[in-house]
């Protein structure tokens, strides 16, 4: 199976636009919500950060291998 080759120079500041959007959003959220509640805002994102950070240490540890037939030489 062959890959889809290189994307577009375009196409890649638009894919870490949305990455970072993604990223922030729930972060935004969480720091208004909390203050709404009257709970320690800095508490809710040091929650949600290490939250994320658990999760890519869970992924890198659990991804499946590269199939041999999709690595470049």
């Known amino acids: 199976m062959m890959g889809l ?3 577009e ?3 890649i500041p638009f894919i870490l636009l949305i ?7 729930p972060g935004a959220w969480t720091n208004q919500d909390a203050e709404r509640r009257g709970a320690s805002a800095a508490l809710e994102l ?4 290490v939250g ?6 869970i992924w890198l540890i659990v ?3 590269i199939p041999r ?4 030489t």
């Open 63 to 65: 991804r499946p291998p």
């Open 5 to 7: 080759g290189r994307p």
């Open 69 to 72: 037939s999709s690595r470049e």
């Open 9 to 11: 120079p375009i196409v």
């Open 52 to 57: 994320t950070i658990v999760a890519l240490i």
């Open 19 to 25: 990455c970072f959007v993604v990223g922030i959003l």
């Open 46 to 49: 040091i929650a949600w950060f």
